[in-house]
């Protein structure tokens, strides 16, 4: 394969070309004064959402983890090798990040995975790191069930009018209780309460800031 029918070669050199020599002297610059990102971005791996793209941030502005449904573990200081808490801890500790958010994005094939399970070729890694989320599934489904007889838009958790929300337009969003799991966690973690960060968990169409209180969050849209 050449460097010209490999799309990682050849966008790499593109950026050489165009990209670098544009924009070389802020990268010289985060070089020798380091980065100071203003927000830490918990996000899905998935290949379509990319957070920078996405809030049109400039290199040095995010500080990004990036995992299968953008799932924060809980706070376990036990010697193990925790990323996203390594990546938090950082963050805030280190770098002294402003904001917290916790991004996701519709068609999440690890919220589908929370729902239906892990391929059986995923059994390793993909199957116990959703398995986290199993008791958010079962909140959402369970309170879906209680709540059917009550109009949507007057039901908290319940799908939204777009179809980025939830695994169908007739059931609750799982993936916002996914989101609000990862911000339990986030919360009970000395990690992120400590300084004065702003936490923010978003979706395309919605965006809750926390400023220390628990819910009900004030809800802020996001453009369409």
């Known amino acids: 394969m050449t460097d010209e029918s ?16 544009q924009a070389r002297a802020e990268y010289e610059a985060l070089a020798a004064k380091g980065q100071k990102p203003h927000t830490l971005v918990v996000a899905c791996s998935d290949s379509r959402a990319d957070p920078a793209l996405i809030f049109d941030a400039a290199p040095g502005q995010l500080f990004v983890v990036r995992n299968v449904a953008n799932i924060v573990p809980p706070y376990q200081p ?24 916790v991004m996701g994005h519709a068609l ?22 959703v398995a986290q989320a199993e008791p958010v ?4 489904t369970e309170g879906w069930m209680t709540m059917t007889s009550r109009s949507p838009a007057n039901t908290p ?30 919360s ?5 309460s400590c300084g004065a960060c702003r936490r923010t968990a978003c979706s395309r169409v919605w965006m809750r800031t926390l400023e220390r209180a628990p819910p009900p969050f004030r809800l802020r849209h996001l453009p369409q």
């Open 157 to 186: 958790w319940c799908a939204c009018r777009s179809t980025t929300c939830g695994p169908s337009r007739g059931l609750p969003s799982v993936k916002r209780w996914a989101i609000l799991n990862s911000w339990a966690c986030i």
């Open 6 to 21: 490999d799309p990682l070669l050849s966008g790499y050199a593109r950026f050489r070309q165009d990209g670098w020599t």
């Open 108 to 129: 999440c094939g690890g919220v589908n995975a929370m729902i239906n399970g892990a391929p059986d070729s995923c059994n390793d890694f993909v199957r116990p790191w």
């Open 78 to 101: 036990d010697g193990g090798l925790h990323g996203v808490s390594a990546a938090l801890e950082f963050g805030v500790r280190v770098l002294g990040v402003e904001r917290i958010v």
């Open 188 to 192: 009970a973690s000395p990690t992120a």
């Open 137 to 140: 599934v079962r909140r959402a």
